[in-house]
C-alpha cells in the first residue's frame, strides 16, 4: 500500500460510542469515546435496549468530533472499520449499519474488526516496536483469552475462561459488596487500603498445565465469606475482601501470562482489555517478569478501554492483506478470535 492510509474506525460492541482516525496503523489522530457508564450505573450493568438507543443518539456526534480533532474530513478518509463481534447485537448493529453507509456512500474499503483482536492490537499503537510473534492476555468483562499472536491476523487460543470473565468477576463482586459499576476500578481503587492475605480465596488453576481460567468458585467463596458472615451479625472489613479477592484473580492471571509466555519463548508478556489497567494484575507482572526476564507490556487505560483507535489499528493490518468485507457483513455476537 503506497498511499497513506486513513481509517475511520467505530465500535459499538458494548456501552462506549467511539470513533477515531488511524493514520498508517498506529499513529491516532483522534480518539475519542462517549461513555454511557453513568446510564446502565443505575441498574448495576449494561442494559443492552438502552445501549443500542444511546449508540443510536451518540454515533454521528461522535464521529464528528473525531473528524474535527484528527483534522480530516470524510473525503480524506481512505477506508471505513468496525467492530462486527462479540458483543451485544443491538449495539453492534449501530456501529455497523453507520459504517456500512459511510463506505458505501463515499466509495471506500470497508472493514469488519474482531473486538478481541482490536483489544490486542491497542498494545501496537502504545509500544511501536511490538510485532508478532508474542503472548497477550485478553482480559475484559466479557472476555478471557490466553492469546499465542502468531501474525497480525493469526491466533492461536492457549486458554480461555470456562465460566465468567475475569472482569465480569470484579463487576459481580463489586455489586455484592455494594460498590456500584464498573467493579474493576471500585475493587482496585478500594483494594489499597484493604488487607490481600487477610481472607485465603480459593486459585483456581485447574488442571496441571492448562492455560483456561475459572472464576466461578471464587466467586462463591466469596459470597459465601459474605453470606456466613451476615448470618453471624459479623462486620465485614470491605477493603480485606475486596484486596483478598482481587490477589486470588490476580495471582492465577499473572501466573499463567508467564507460563505461556516462557513456553513460547515470547520476550514479550503482554496485557489487554478492561482489567489491564488492574494496577495490582500490573505490578505483579511486573515483578514476575523482571525475575523470568519477560518484558511486561500494555496499553494506558484510554487503550485498554473500549475504543476505536484499537480497531482502526486492527483493520489497517486487515487491509494489508486485502482482508476488507462486503456490505453482507453482519454483527456476530459470538464472534470468535481469528475468526
Ligand atoms: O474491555 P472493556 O472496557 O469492555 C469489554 O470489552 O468488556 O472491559 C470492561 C471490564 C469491566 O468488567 C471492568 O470492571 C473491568 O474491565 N475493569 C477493571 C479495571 N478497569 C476496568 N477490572 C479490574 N481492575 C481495573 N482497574
Ligand atoms: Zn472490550
Same mark, same amino acid.
Given at each position: 500500500? $503506497?498511499?497513506?492510509?486513513?481509517?475511520?474506525?467505530?465500535?459499538?460492541s458494548c456501552?462506549?460510542?467511539?470513533?477515531?482516525?488511524?493514520?498508517?496503523? %498506529?499513529?491516532?489522530?483522534?480518539?475519542?469515546?462517549?461513555?454511557?457508564?453513568?446510564?446502565?450505573?443505575?441498574?448495576?450493568?449494561?442494559?443492552? &435496549?438502552?445501549?443500542?438507543?444511546?449508540?443510536? &443518539?451518540?454515533?454521528?456526534? !461522535?464521529?464528528?468530533?473525531?473528524?474535527?480533532?484528527?483534522?480530516?474530513?470524510?473525503? &480524506?478518509?481512505?477506508?471505513?472499520?468496525?467492530?462486527?463481534?462479540p458483543g451485544l447485537?443491538?449495539?453492534?448493529?449501530?456501529?455497523?449499519?453507520?459504517?456500512?453507509?459511510?463506505?458505501?456512500?463515499?466509495?471506500?474499503?470497508?472493514?469488519?474488526? $474482531?473486538h478481541i483482536?482490536?483489544?490486542?492490537?491497542?498494545?501496537?499503537?502504545?509500544?511501536?516496536?511490538?510485532?508478532?510473534?508474542? !503472548?497477550?492476555?485478553v482480559?475484559s468483562g466479557g472476555h478471557s483469552?490466553?492469546?499465542?499472536?502468531?501474525?497480525?491476523?493469526?491466533?492461536?487460543?492457549?486458554?480461555?475462561? %470456562?465460566?465468567?470473565a475475569?472482569g465480569e468477576?470484579?463487576?459481580?463482586?463489586?455489586?455484592?459488596?455494594?460498590?456500584?459499576?464498573?467493579?474493576?476500578?471500585?475493587?482496585?481503587?478500594?483494594?489499597?487500603?484493604?488487607?490481600?492475605?487477610?481472607?485465603?480465596?480459593? %486459585?483456581?488453576?485447574?488442571?496441571?498445565?492448562?492455560?483456561?481460567?475459572?472464576?466461578?468458585?471464587?466467586?462463591?467463596?466469596?459470597?459465601?465469606?459474605?453470606?456466613?458472615?451476615?448470618?453471624?451479625?459479623?462486620?465485614? $472489613?470491605?477493603?480485606?475482601?475486596?484486596?483478598?479477592?482481587?490477589?486470588?484473580?490476580?495471582?492465577?492471571?499473572?501466573?499463567?501470562?508467564?507460563?505461556?509466555?516462557?513456553?513460547?519463548?515470547?520476550?514479550?508478556?503482554?496485557?489487554?482489555g478492561g482489567?489491564?489497567?488492574?494496577?495490582?494484575?500490573?505490578?505483579?507482572?511486573?515483578?514476575?517478569?523482571?525475575?523470568?526476564?519477560?518484558?511486561?507490556?500494555?496499553?494506558?487505560?484510554?487503550?485498554?478501554?473500549d475504543?476505536?483507535?484499537?480497531?482502526?489499528?486492527?483493520?489497517?493490518?486487515?487491509?494489508?492483506?486485502?482482508?476488507?468485507?462486503?456490505?453482507?457483513?453482519?454483527?456476530?455476537?459470538n464472534?470468535?478470535?481469528?475468526?
Amino acid at each position: 500500500m $503506497n498511499q497513506e492510509s486513513v481509517i475511520l474506525a467505530l465500535e459499538t460492541s458494548c456501552d462506549e460510542t467511539a470513533a477515531a482516525v488511524v493514520k498508517n496503523g %498506529r499513529e491516532v489522530l483522534s480518539n475519542i469515546i462517549s461513555s454511557q457508564i453513568d446510564i446502565h450505573k443505575k441498574f448495576g450493568g449494561v442494559v443492552p &435496549e438502552v445501549a443500542s438507543r444511546k449508540h443510536m &443518539e451518540n454515533i454521528s456526534p !461522535v464521529i464528528d468530533e473525531a473528524l474535527l480533532s484528527a483534522g480530516v474530513t470524510l473525503d &480524506e478518509i481512505t477506508a471505513v472499520a468496525v467492530t462486527h463481534g462479540p458483543g451485544l447485537v443491538g449495539a453492534l448493529l449501530i456501529g455497523l449499519s453507520t459504517a456500512k453507509a459511510i463506505a458505501y456512500s463515499k466509495g471506500l474499503p470497508f472493514i469488519g474488526v $474482531n473486538h478481541i483482536e482490536g483489544h490486542i492490537a491497542a498494545n501496537y499503537i502504545q509500544h511501536k516496536q511490538l510485532e508478532p510473534t508474542f !503472548v497477550c492476555l485478553v482480559a475484559s468483562g466479557g472476555h478471557s483469552h490466553i492469546v499465542h499472536v502468531l501474525d497480525y491476523d493469526r491466533y492461536e487460543i492457549m486458554g480461555r475462561t %470456562r465460566d465468567d470473565a475475569a472482569g465480569e468477576a470484579f463487576d459481580k463482586i463489586a455489586r455484592s459488596l455494594g460498590l456500584g459499576y464498573p467493579g474493576g476500578p471500585l475493587i482496585d481503587k478500594l483494594s489499597t487500603e484493604g488487607n490481600p492475605m487477610a481472607v485465603d480465596f480459593p %486459585r483456581a488453576y485447574l488442571e496441571e498445565g492448562s492455560y483456561d481460567f475459572s472464576f466461578s468458585g471464587l466467586k462463591s467463596a466469596v459470597l459465601n465469606y459474605l453470606n456466613s458472615k451476615n448470618m453471624k451479625n459479623e462486620t465485614v $472489613n470491605t477493603a480485606d475482601v475486596a484486596a483478598s479477592f482481587q490477589e486470588a484473580v490476580v495471582e492465577v492471571l499473572a501466573a499463567k501470562l508467564i507460563k505461556a509466555a516462557k513456553d513460547k519463548k515470547s520476550p514479550y508478556a503482554v496485557l489487554a482489555g478492561g482489567v489491564a489497567s488492574n494496577s495490582r494484575l500490573r505490578a505483579v507482572l511486573m515483578e514476575k517478569g523482571q525475575r523470568e526476564g519477560i518484558e511486561v507490556l500494555y496499553p494506558s487505560p484510554i487503550l485498554c478501554t473500549d475504543n476505536a483507535a484499537m480497531i482502526g489499528c486492527a483493520a489497517y493490518y486487515r487491509l494489508l492483506t486485502g482482508k476488507t468485507a462486503d456490505f453482507t457483513l453482519n454483527a456476530v455476537p459470538n464472534l470468535s478470535i481469528g475468526q
